[in-house]
């Protein structure tokens, strides 16, 4: 069983700097892809940034040079620094993980509960 969990969310003045983190626990498994998505309300959910399991780094448009993604593999845990924040930037943000199973060597993705941040004009 994995379990993911999220903190670091929160409101923050427009300019300002949050970092989310992520932390995966449980046994059994290696990670693949982490990753973070957002969304705004009524809007569809985002991909916002991915980290493979070799450290390549993909960003959505709007946030980059903005948002950075990292892992730390001996925690089990992806951050998103985020900075220079925009009231666009409000959204729940989620955090993906893709698993190695070793049981049955099968690929499964996990979703964290979601942390809000919001920023203010």
């Known amino acids: 069983q994995v379990q993911l969990a999220e903190s670091g969310g929160g409101l923050v003045q427009a300019g300002g700097s949050l970092r989310l983190s992520c932390a995966a626990s449980?046994?059994?498994?290696?990670?693949?892809?982490m990753a973070w998505y957002r969304q705004a309300p009524g809007k569809q959910r985002e991909l916002v940034a991915r980290?493979?399991?070799?450290?390549?780094?993909n960003y959505a448009g709007s946030v980059k040079g903005r948002f950075t993604i990292s892992r730390d593999d001996a925690k089990n845990t992806v951050y998103l620094q985020m900075n220079s924040l925009k009231p666009e930037d409000i959204a729940v943000y989620y955090c993906?993980?893709?698993?190695?199973?070793?049981?049955?060597?099968?690929?499964?993705?996990?979703w964290g509960q979601g942390t809000q941040v919001t920023v203010s004009s």
């Open positions: 993906n993980t893709v698993f190695l199973s070793y049981s049955d060597y099968v690929l499964r993705e996990y």
């Open positions: 449980g046994s059994g498994f290696s990670i693949d892809s």
């Open positions: 980290i493979t399991s070799g450290g390549s780094t």
